[in-house]
């Protein structure tokens, strides 16, 4: 095991863990240079696509970036990092030797007022049959109270799936004013460069701008256990009808173990998020255009 017991138990009763030093320094630094070759890739796009998301001010000779859209796609380096360093062994240690990999992002919060992600519930986005079901935080940088730092309610993963529509459309959030919503709650997950946050995919979480002169690096993967399956639509979900691409497509997003075709069933609260915002391209812009309320 890569995580102590009691690390294992603080994870399942409080719905969040952060952990030091998940890869070396010199995956590190190569991670770091792709990044940066991201942002230069990025000088020659004006509009929001399939592989960036653009904040205001982007230019060319400004690259400002709210997201990279599947990183492990577009470099092989970031599919093998999990194999490569602890995030593998610690997969395993929460949801068990059968994992799939649902999908990766690198929000890339500029200095200067980088977005912030309004309070939601990753499990509002995505149900599943059951919740084995997390996301990982790996930080590129220090992170700190300033630049925009993952905030989470504990043990809000045992609770409810809130609301997360405004005005008959799924917009990506919480309404602030939701009476299972206490802010005062929230932990904030700083760390050092190297660390990575785990947060449960029914845990209450978000990030206030980046107000600072900093970079605030983060990259995520969101993965599950495979006999958890989508709710919404498989085919739709899978981006894929053909039931014999969609196997070989199951079998390509496994980190380890096997694929499962017998989904557990579990009794958990869902919701479907839907209908959809008018641009529901991100969570960025699901947001935007759904009329989130904002909690910063």
């Known amino acids: 095991m890569i995580l102590s017991k009691d690390e294992v138990n603080f994870y399942n009763d409080k719905g969040y863990l952060l952990v030091e030093d998940v890869i070396t320094e010199d995956q590190h630094k190569e991670m770091l240079a792709l990044v940066k070759d991201f942002f230069e890739r990025s000088k020659n796009v004006k509009e929001n696509d399939n592989i960036f998301d653009l904040e205001d001010g982007h230019c060319s000779t400004n690259p400002r970036l709210k997201r990279v859209k599947q990183p492990h796609q577009h470099s092989q380096f970031f599919w093998d990092i999990i194999k490569q360093s602890k995030i593998e062994g610690i997969l395993i240690d929460l949801l068990g030797k059968d994992i799939s990999l649902k999908t990766s992002k690198l929000n890339t919060k500029s200095p200067g007022g980088g977005a912030a992600v309004e309070w939601h519930q990753d499990w509002a986005f995505y ?134 075709y017998q989904p557990r069933m579990e009794s958990v609260p869902v919701v479907i998020p839907l209908p959809p915002a008018p641009d529901h391209g991100s969570i960025f812009t699901t947001q935007k255009t759904g009329g989130a309320k904002s909690a910063f």
């Open 127 to 260: 149900p599943h049959t059951n919740d084995n079901v997390l996301a990982l935080g790996l930080m590129l940088n220090d992170v700190d109270i300033d630049n925009g730092p993952l905030m989470v309610i504990p043990e809000s993963h045992k609770g409810p799936v809130l609301s997360h529509n405004n005005n008959g459309v799924f917009c990506g959030a919480i309404n602030p004013d939701d009476k299972f919503f206490d802010i005062d709650k929230a932990v904030t997950l700083t760390g050092k460069a190297r660390s990575m946050t785990i947060h449960h995919a029914r845990t209450l979480h978000g990030s206030a701008p980046n107000n600072s002169q900093k970079d605030r690096l983060m990259l995520f993967y969101e993965c599950n256990s495979a006999d958890a399956w989508p709710l919404v639509g498989v085919g739709a979900y899978l981006k894929n009808n053909d039931p014999i691409e969609l196997c070989k497509q199951l079998e390509k997003q496994m980190v380890c173990g096997e694929v499962s």
